[in-house]
């Protein structure tokens, strides 16, 4: 939506405008700046030279890491932007960043540099908006520099009253925080919290606040002018979070009435004014209601920046009765001086909007972060249904950056609309290759205290979805059935050399031994049943079941026809780990098929001793060696994805029989690492696979 023409006297037009981000918001943040007919600059690392972001801007230039302010300001000047968009993440409340862009003479298209350090710091930011008359927890902190003795805490905990919030002052992203429910733990609770906000950001001073038991955590967009203009667009609902992380939002909250609406939104312009504020930013408070359904709210903090959430807001936001806004549009226009071009009481809402963050990672993994190429990617589309990516078919998701791949978004006339869209949306979110968390937002989305809007910070942890049905029978028989048209549809010069079990006086079974990782193998025998594309399936020595399977021409879709239900399945292969991928309704499975000679050598100690990666990523460190003596425990290999370590024990007692990793390589999930062969039985001789076989 145009709010305002762009050639407002005494205002500066951009030519060109450099973004200092990647992946979606950047693409998100450029497809504004072409429909404005501003040129755009991208950067990139090597990680990222053939990135959607890259390929997409006007000019595209190396840098060596995203945070190289020095490097991105001269870049700016050189390809004759005019204005820097920080996007979110990375530079974009760095105040020496912004300070640099203006010093330089570049329009950096954010907030004042004074803004970003007045509300970077919680302690600081909490004294500024208390003053102006914000609502702010109850608490105590410390001065920089000057922890307080253990002493002093406890003294400062007690008048404050628990369960209290131990929180870094500086930073943010749930790092560092700790919840003290009682005196015994606060000493060790804050002593772990200083060191790990020490080494995430540098300062080990803490704000210690009253913990809110079931919070509620409400943002309020706001915008400010550099002609003393400030108003809000109403708030988002980001209640649903893991570890500290949001993971759905919604515009408007289900939890406000319109009075409580204006009430917080009048506070969240407050904020903004107390630290002269320009540009688009977002008032966090948390808040909870009392026995008797009364609202009551405190500042959290404020971000200085556009939101990762911010399209919901431009979803329902209406402005002279027209539905939709650009906040980037905005933000451009007020950086470049232009007067924000409505008033507070021409804004009203419409309908209801909701995002789903696509992540991957694995959920039924315990969230570990997942990554691979990017085989297959369709993304929903239609009326109402909006997706910022930042991945293309043939890219790959790697562990270099944020696991954020995308953001589904969806309008409703009401909140019930959107959700039941936004299931559909999710449900045709298909991306193979990489394992994804869209199945699990459905689980999510369809849990009862969701659909009801009774919500809190802690509904993941303490209340989570119903767990993943059970589909893996019908996905090993549609992965079987797969396998089964390869043999059929492939070339031959003669009929007896096709391994598909055909002979002379009928078809013969053949077995497909396949697994999911992190599942057993399971053995599906297939033959066929009269003409193409007719078979018996047995599965586990049951009865043969007539299905029937096909390909679409272009060979990215298998339909498997049982006589209950006929279901689609896109499909494809990875040539680097010979795993063959299927997804439907949302939900994406990696199989791998297995020689069925393979079942003959196992037995059950050897099965049980094969160690393999739970994540794709980096092999950091191999404690062992062939021939060590390990217990239960062990360490075996160190793998590091997404900046996380993640340490695989030995599931058994026993002797390494084979190492197939060495520290630096690259391991996709499920690769083989390390095998362990059990202890023989002390009555038993030890027997090798070797021998086994002969």
């Given amino acids: 939506m145009s709010t305002?023409?762009?050639?407002?006297?005494?205002?500066?037009?951009?030519?060109?405008?450099?973004?200092?981000?990647?992946?979606?918001?950047?693409?998100?943040v450029m497809r504004t700046l072409r429909r404005m007919g501003v040129g755009t600059a991208a950067v990139y690392t090597d990680a990222d030279a053939n990135a959607p972001h890259t390929l997409a801007a006007d000019v595209a230039l190396r840098v060596e890491h995203y945070l190289d302010a020095d490097k991105i300001v001269a870049l700016a000047l050189d390809c004759g932007a005019?204005?820097?968009?920080?996007?979110?993440?990375?530079?974009?409340?760095?105040?020496?960043?912004?300070?640099?862009?203006?010093?330089?003479?570049?329009?950096?298209?954010?907030?004042?540099a004074s803004a970003i350090e007045a509300m970077g710091d919680k302690i600081r930011a909490k004294d500024t908006v208390a003053a102006a008359g914000v609502p702010v927890l109850g608490g105590f902190t410390e001065e920089p520099g000057r922890p307080l003795s253990d002493e002093e805490l406890l003294r400062a905990a007690e008048e404050t009253g628990y369960p209290l919030l131990i929180k870094p002052s500086a930073g943010g992203g749930g790092k560092g925080m700790r919840a003290v429910r009682a005196a015994d733990t606060l000493i060790a609770d804050a002593a772990s919290a200083r060191r790990e906000a020490l080494a995430s950001f540098g300062d080990a001073t803490l704000l210690v606040e009253q913990l809110v038991q079931r919070p509620r955590h409400i943002e309020v967009q706001v915008l400010a002018d550099t002609h003393g203009n400030v108003l809000h667009l109403g708030e988002r609902e980001c209640s649903l979070q893991r570890r500290h992380q949001k993971v759905v939002e919604e515009a408007p909250s289900p939890l406000l009435t319109d009075a409580q609406r204006q009430v917080m939104g009048e506070a969240a312009v407050a904020a903004a004014r107390s630290c002269g504020y320009v540009g688009a930013g977002t008032v966090e408070f948390i808040a909870e209601t009392g026995p008797d359904g009364e609202l009551s709210f405190s500042f959290l903090e404020m971000n200085t920046r556009l939101q990762v959430?911010?399209?919901?807001?431009?979803?329902?936001?209406?402005?002279?009765?027209?539905?939709?806004v650009d906040l980037v549009e905005l933000q451009v226009d007020v950086a470049y001086g232009e007067a924000l071009p409505f008033t507070q009481k021409e804004v009203s809402w419409v309908g209801h909007a909701v995002e789903s963050r696509i992540y991957a990672e694995d959920v039924d993994r315990g969230f570990l972060p997942s990554g691979g190429p990017i085989l297959l990617l369709d993304e929903p589309?239609?009326?109402h249904v909006r997706v910022d990516s930042g991945i293309a078919e043939g890219g790959a998701v790697t562990s270099d950056f944020d696991p954020m791949l995308a953001k589904v978004i969806t309008w409703g006339a009401d909140r019930s609309e959107a959700l039941n869209r936004m299931d559909a949306a999710l449900a045709s979110y298909t991306l193979l290759g990489c394992v994804t968390n869209t199945a699990y937002l459905r689980r999510l989305l369809r849990h009862p205290r969701v659909f009801e809007g009774d919500l809190s910070t802690d509904l993941i942890a303490s209340d989570p979805p119903e767990p993943a049905p059970d589909r893996l029978p019908e996905v090993y028989v549609a992965a079987a059935l797969d396998h089964q048209l390869d043999l059929e549809n492939g070339p031959t010069a003669d009929r007896f050399a096709v391994p598909d079990g055909w002979r002379m006086g009928g078809p013969a079974w053949t077995p497909w031994r396949l697994r999911v990782p992190g599942h057993d193998a399971v053995i599906v025998r297939v033959r066929r049943d009269g003409g193409p594309g007719l078979y018996q399936v047995s599965t586990q020595d049951r009865e043969p079941v007539s299905l029937r399977a096909r390909r679409s021409t272009d060979g990215t879709r298998l339909t498997v026809t049982t006589p209950e239900h006929t279901r689609t399945y896109l499909r494809a292969d990875d040539p680097d780990t010979d795993h063959r991928w299927l997804g439907s309704a949302g939900a994406a499975w990696s199989v791998h098929e297995e020689p069925v000679t393979a079942a003959s050598r196992e037995d059950d100690a050897t099965a049980d001793g094969t160690v393999r990666s739970p994540m794709p990523g980096t092999v950091l460190d191999v404690p062992v060696q062939v021939g060590q003596r390990v217990t239960a425990g062990t360490t075996l290999a160190v793998v590091e994805a997404m900046k996380m370590e993640h340490s695989v024990p030995a599931p058994i007692d026993g002797t390494v029989a084979t190492v197939a990793v060495r520290p630096g390589s690259s391991v996709p999930m499920d690769a083989v690492l390390v095998t362990v062969e059990a202890d023989a039985p002390a009555d038993t001789p030890s027997t090798s696979i070797i021998e086994e076989q002969r």
């Fill in 4 to 28: 305002t023409p762009r050639t407002s006297p005494g205002t500066r037009v951009p030519s060109r405008v450099l973004v200092a981000n990647r992946g979606e918001i950047a693409l998100r």
């Fill in 82 to 112: 005019t204005g820097v968009h920080p996007g979110y993440g990375f530079l974009s409340e760095n105040a020496d960043f912004a300070r640099a862009c203006t010093d330089a003479g570049l329009v950096f298209i954010g907030p004042p």
């Fill in 309 to 324: 959430e911010h399209p919901v807001t431009e979803e329902v936001v209406a402005v002279r009765d027209e539905r939709g």
């Fill in 381 to 383: 589309d239609g009326p």
